[in-house]
Structures are given as structure tokens and as C-alpha cells.
């Protein structure tokens, strides 16, 4: 027990670079999880309503997935030679892959499968440039680090001139009801992209893209335009990268995004809910893809954790249980039946605003109501704070999200609901 008190400082003092804010905004240190719970030091119980930032998507010890993780500990977890469960698991994933995407290479990370399928879309295509959009979050190694408008100083000083960003077509009149009403296509944001993407010498080789911005702040885009993207992706002969590592695996009560939104990608990438916990990741395309490009030569695809027994194993269980009877039903109940408590909650509490979502991937802007604008941080702490004290964690603030387990059910919606209602009652967060 001594050793778990000290655990915050001891990470601190040995962990490289900063250590996680929402750790260190919280405070706490977490034992153990029960389903849609988190459970600290002091066996206080906490809805768990960031997930690892959407890893713990089948909740935490969900009985299949342990056994099969056990079984499989205890039987081979790793091996350089072809194995029953790779090719099970591949077989699985296929079945459940957009059509045209049947073959799957295997990783560990999410930033290593955007890593792979940017460089698959340079080498098929003979073309250098990468867009991507602003807000947007796929990594952060040497290429896709700047993504997102992110670390500009650092992308000049270093001379990365392949990574572009534009804006993202945020679309900010619906809640999480009215949203599949949009009728909006990001049209400005096309001809703006079109327009940078015509002065890249060398070419376009692919845009990336988050069907829903998570990062960001679950911010789904205009109803629209991702089909309006794929057709300029057509038009233009530009790959089109679809980074679901958040929204893949039934986030939005469909097992991917593309589905949801009717479009069909040229690459996709894995992450996050696949493993439902253990690492593993992946990229997916089509034959003629990988076989026109530098990934066709013997062990190009190869990685050292990659299609291991147990992430293999880890895998198959997750398909099994997202496939299963009921479980993409009840993510589009819950995430309904959240949708219209946060509708609720935003005419009821002056720090809300901005409802939002598909599924059971749901945001909310937290507001400063003395200023109309997006809360400072102490507010924004204050707000964490509360929501905590009442028994649920949040990502994220000021732009909360909302990334329950999709096992979640109706009793445990109702009591975050309630919670959240309770932290942000007029009065009750003071800044």
C-alpha cells in the first residue's frame, strides 16, 4: 500500500517528460476496474467516462476478453514463425473490414499504423504531400507529430515541408439528435483544400483524416462531407487515409465510421478499441496497394510486437464481443439515450454548451458564463473537480468528451447523467 501512495511521485521523479495532466489534474491513483468502473486507494468507485481515451472501449475485465488473454499467456506470446491465431484474427478482421480493405498489417501503436499507411500512400502513389486537418490528431512521431497544426516552430526549424493542414468543417449546429439532419458538405473547406493543394509541388499523395475530431474534442464534422471528401480524393487521384483508432471498433454503434458515414477509404487505420486494452494496431488496404508498394518486399509490414499470439488473441475477443447479439444495438440506445440528458443538461446548467456526437462518442463545451466564452482553467478544474467528486471522470475540459464504455447500460447512463447534472448545477462550480 505504501508503494501505491507513493506511486504519483514516483512517477514524477522517474517517468521521462511531463507526466499525464488528467492524471495529474485528478489526483488519484486507480487500482483496479470493474466494467464502466474505475476503483482508487480508497474503494471510492468512479464511471469511467474517458476509457484511456477510448482503449477500454469493452470496459475494464471483461470476462471474455481476460480468459482469452490468460489462455493465451499461458500457451505462446510471442513467435517470428506463422501462427493459428494471426491467421485467425485476420480472417475475423476481414469480415468485418469496408469492402476493398481485405488485408491488414498488424502494429502495437497507433502512431506506427499512421506512420505505415502514410508511407504505403507516398510509395504506391510516387507523391510526398500529406494533408491533414487543423485540430486533427493522429501522432506524434517524426512525420505525423505535425499534423494538426501542431509544433509549427519545430516543423520550420526542421526543414518538414511534406505535412499540410487546412481547416476542418466543425459542424456547430446540431446536437447529437439533430445531427444526422445536417445537410451540410464542408463545401468552403473543399475548395480551400483544393485550392493549398494546388500549389504542392510533387504532388498529393494522401489526406488523413478523423471522421469525428476526438482530440479535439468529439467534434463531428458537417453531416456530408466526408462523402464530399472521398469524391474529391477521386477526382484529384488522392488517397484517402481514414484514421479511426477512436472512432473504430462500434464507437459510434456501427463497428466503423465509414460505415456510419457511407464512405469508402482507400486506407484505414486501426487502434485504440481493437486490443481492448492490450496493445495493438493496424492498417488496412487493399491487395493492389500493398502488393504496388515498398510493404510488398519480404518483412517490410514486419514489426516486433506486431500479430503476436496474445494481441492476436486480444483481438479476436474484441471482434467477438463488438460482433456480438445486441452489443452495436445497445451503443446506439445508450449513446440516445445520453444524447438527450445532455440536450437536457445544457438548458438546465449555464456552463454547458454545445452538445455533440454520434453514438457513444459525446462532447459538450464547458462555458464560463460570466463571459459566454470557453472556460479558463481554473474553471475548467474546478469542473473536473466536481464531476470526480460525484463520481465520474471526463476527458478533457473545456471541450469535455465523453467516451463511455460501450457496454455501458441504462442504469449507469442515467447515474452519469445525474452526475454530470449534480457537478454542473447553477452554483455549483465557482471560478
Not at 474517458?50 to 476478453?65: D, E, L, N, Y
Not at 516543423?155 to 468543417?169: A, I, N, Q, T
Not at 488517397?239 to 464512405?263: K, M, Q
Request: proline letters at 5%.
Amino acid at each position: 500500500m505504501a508503494a501505491t501512495a507513493r506511486a504519483p511521485d514516483t512517477i514524477r521523479r522517474l517517468g521521462g517528460g511531463g507526466p499525464r495532466r488528467i492524471a495529474e489534474n485528478a489526483g488519484l491513483v486507480i487500482t483496479h476496474g470493474e466494467g464502466a468502473h474505475l476503483v482508487d486507494t480508497e474503494g471510492r468507485r468512479y464511471l469511467d467516462f474517458a476509457t484511456a481515451m477510448g482503449v477500454a472501449a469493452i470496459g475494464h475485465g471483461h470476462p471474455r476478453w481476460t480468459e482469452a488473454l490468460s489462455r493465451q499467456a499461458g500457451r505462446l506470446a510471442a513467435c517470428v514463425l506463422h501462427t493459428p491465431e494471426h491467421a485467425e484474427y485476420l480472417e475475423a478482421l476481414a469480415e468485418v473490414l469496408p469492402a476493398g480493405l481485405e488485408r491488414a498489417a498488424l502494429y502495437s501503436g497507433g502512431t506506427e499504423a499512421v506512420e505505415v499507411a502514410v508511407r504505403l500512400a507516398q510509395s504506391v502513389t510516387g507523391r510526398r504531400h500529406l494533408l491533414s486537418f487543423t485540430t486533427g490528431f493522429h501522432g506524434k512521431s517524426t512525420g505525423v507529430r505535425f499534423t494538426g497544426h501542431r509544433h509549427a516552430d519545430e516543423r520550420s526549424w526542421l526543414g518538414v515541408d511534406w505535412v499540410h493542414d487546412v481547416d476542418y468543417p466543425i459542424c456547430a449546429g446540431h446536437d447529437a439528435i439533430s445531427y444526422p439532419e445536417c445537410a451540410g458538405d464542408g463545401a468552403a473547406a473543399l475548395d480551400a483544400l483544393d485550392e493549398y493543394a494546388a500549389g504542392l509541388e510533387g504532388g498529393v499523395a494522401a489526406v488523413i483524416v478523423e471522421p469525428i475530431l476526438g482530440t479535439a474534442g468529439n467534434l463531428p464534422p458537417e453531416r456530408h462531407f466526408l462523402r464530399a471528401l472521398r469524391e474529391l480524393c477521386s477526382r484529384r487521384g488522392w488517397l484517402l487515409i481514414d484514421d479511426e483508432s477512436i472512432t473504430g471498433f462500434g464507437r459510434l454503434g456501427t463497428v466503423f465510421a465509414a460505415s456510419w458515414y457511407d464512405v469508402a477509404p482507400d486506407i484505414l487505420v486501426l487502434g485504440k478499441a481493437i486490443g481492448g486494452g492490450y496493445p495493438l494496431s493496424g492498417v488496412a488496404a487493399g491487395s493492389e496497394l500493398w502488393d504496388n508498394s515498398l510493404f510488398a518486399e519480404p518483412s517490410a509490414t514486419s514489426s516486433s510486437y506486431g500479430a503476436n499470439p496474445v494481441a492476436c488473441a486480444a483481438g479476436l475477443a474484441v471482434l467477438d464481443i463488438v460482433t456480438g447479439d445486441g452489443f452495436l444495438e445497445n451503443v446506439r440506445g445508450t449513446g440516445a439515450r445520453l444524447a438527450a440528458g445532455l440536450r437536457d443538461l445544457e438548458t438546465e446548467s449555464p456552463y454547458v454548451a454545445a452538445t455533440r456526437g454520434v453514438g457513444l462518442m459525446l462532447g459538450f463545451d464547458l462555458v464560463d458564463p460570466e463571459t459566454g466564452g470557453l472556460a479558463g482553467p481554473e474553471l475548467s478544474q474546478r469542473l473536473f473537480l466536481s464531476c470526480l467528486e460525484h463520481g465520474l471522470l471526463v476527458a478533457q475540459v473545456p471541450r469535455v468528451r465523453l467516451n463511455a464504455p460501450l457496454t455501458l447500460g441504462a442504469e449507469e447512463a442515467d447515474a452519469a447523467l445525474e452526475a454530470l447534472a449534480a457537478a454542473l448545477a447553477p452554483g455549483a462550480v465557482r471560478g
